[in-house]
Structure formats: C-alpha cells, structure tokens
C-alpha cells in the first residue's frame, strides 16, 4: 500500500481543467485536500478515487 504524506505531489491520471494533472496534497484522512499546481485551486476528494486514479507520488526536494 502507497503512503501518502502532506506536502507529496501527485500525479492523477486525468487532468485539471487548467491543463494540468499535478496536485500537492494539504490534508491525508478518510478525504484528502488537494490544490492543483496549474492553477490553485483547492477540493477535497475520497481517499478511495485518490488511490485509484493516481499515477505517480513525489516527495518534496529535501532542502
């Protein structure tokens, strides 16, 4: 099973209607809230669809 950690960067198989399909992730639970990295904008969706439909995880540059 994948973990997923706030401030990851996912890749979903579909994209914004921004164009892009990157999103960070600002909260982990039974729902996640991502912001899209085109264009800001922020939902909340079931951990279900995340874990589904996701491509690829990052993990943020270690500074």
């Keep these: 099973m994948t973990q997923y950690e706030v401030g990851d960067i996912v890749k979903l198989k579909k994209q914004h209607p921004c164009g892009s399909s990157e999103w960070e992730i600002l909260r982990v639970g039974a729902d996640f809230r991502l912001k899209c990295l ?12 995340v874990e589904k439909n996701t491509k690829n995880i990052r993990k943020p540059e270690q500074a």
């Design 38 to 49: 085109g264009c800001g904008h922020q939902i909340m969706i079931a951990r279900k669809l």
